[in-house]
């Protein structure tokens, strides 16, 4: 991702969240995958490729949770509480 940013400054990179940890995994490894990939400055987050059905839904919940957590932080201001 370092080189990809560094090459491609201007464009928007995705990063893939791997779909195996997302169906077998746990939401609290679900969201460090997500960290991972916002720490390299990744612009979009997306599942690696097609979800399984069975595909925990708590799972999901903590990717995107993950995601909107991060952007409001980044929306506020960090280190500002909301309503300041």
């Known amino acids: 991702m370092k080189k990809a940013r560094e090459n491609l ?6 990063g893939n969240i791997n779909t195996q940890l997302l169906h077998q995994g746990i ?40 995601v909107k957590n991060v952007k409001n932080v980044h929306a506020r201001g960090c280190g500002r509480q909301s309503g300041s």
């Open 27 to 66: 939401p609290e490894r679900v969201c460090r995958a997500v960290g991972h990939a916002l720490e390299h400055k990744v612009d979009i987050i997306a599942p690696a490729c097609g979800l399984s059905m069975s595909t925990p839904l708590q799972n999901l919940r903590a990717l995107t949770d993950m």
């Open 9 to 14: 400054a201007a464009a928007p990179i995705m």
